[in-house]
């Protein structure tokens, strides 16, 4: 009779056995190369150049350190803004236009009857030149007609107001030889500054007088302009004292200043 028992000398019986492990063995190998590609992938993506920053703030920030960091070449100055003085600063001074100092033909004028801009209506005649120096300052003092003793706004944007007194940005009063507006944020609100040195005006002239005024005075930051941040200082002196302000030494601009907070 024939024996039909499986063979247990390694023969065809092992087949199984081997097909199993071999897949196994696969198996482990495709994942090794799975996981090895990955690996590479993220590291790829990891070292690719991002976007640029786009952000205003990122933009502001960046130029900020920029501004207070040393030069890459030479002996750098000093960009920060200390107790020590700072140099390289541009000083503007700005006034109030006083209405009886100018002349011209008379310009109408309309706008909004108060502050608040709830109502509008004709605000008056003016020199053509007073309306223009208006513009250019932000505001008037009218001396003749109903509104004399009142003050003529405008704003890009906005147009002409009557008002109770001369204002910065945030809409608060000026005040003389105190008020100043930063043309950068290394000068934050309500930083007190004293002016060290005027450096050259316009014409390239020390301007004595003018700087003796303001280095006389303490000076708190009212304003910060925007975006582009730039080292310049905008000083208020108050009203015109006289015909001819425009004109004359105190519309000026100086380069090359020193500054000091405190």
Avoid at 2 to 21: H, K, M, W
Avoid at 52 to 77: L, M
């Amino acid at each position: 009779m024939t024996d039909s028992r499986p063979a247990t000398d390694g023969g065809t019986a092992d087949a199984p056995g081997r097909g199993l492990a071999d897949r196994a063995a696969w198996y482990i190998v495709a994942w090794v190369v799975v996981s090895g590609l990955l690996v590479l992938l993220v590291t790829r993506v990891d070292r690719s150049p991002g976007p640029p920053n786009t952000h205003p703030a990122g933009r502001v920030g960046a130029a900020a350190v920029a501004t207070a960091g040393p030069a890459q070449h030479g002996a750098p100055p000093d960009r920060s803004v200390t107790a020590a003085g700072s140099g390289d600063w541009t000083l503007a001074v700005s006034y109030t236009p006083v209405e009886s100092f100018h002349h011209g033909p008379v310009v109408r004028v309309a706008g909004c009857l108060r502050v608040t801009c709830d109502s509008r209506g004709d605000l008056g005649g003016y020199p053509a030149d007073f309306v223009a120096a208006v513009q250019a300052e932000g505001s008037g003092r009218i001396t003749s007609g109903v509104h004399a003793g009142a003050f003529l706004g405008w704003a890009a944007g906005v147009g002409y107001w009557l008002d109770t007194a001369p204002r910065d940005s945030r809409g608060k009063p000026l005040t003389a030889f105190t008020s100043a507006g930063s043309g950068t944020p290394l000068l934050s609100l309500r930083t007190r500054l004293r002016i060290l040195a005027c450096g050259a005006d316009e014409s390239g002239a020390a301007n004595d007088m003018v700087c003796a005024r303001l280095r006389a005075a303490t000076w708190v930051v009212a304003e910060v302009r925007g975006p582009s941040p730039t080292r310049s200082v905008t000083l208020y002196v108050g009203a015109e004292s006289g015909p001819g302000f425009a004109d004359g030494r105190w519309n000026t601009t100086f380069s090359h200043a020193v500054l000091r907070i405190g």
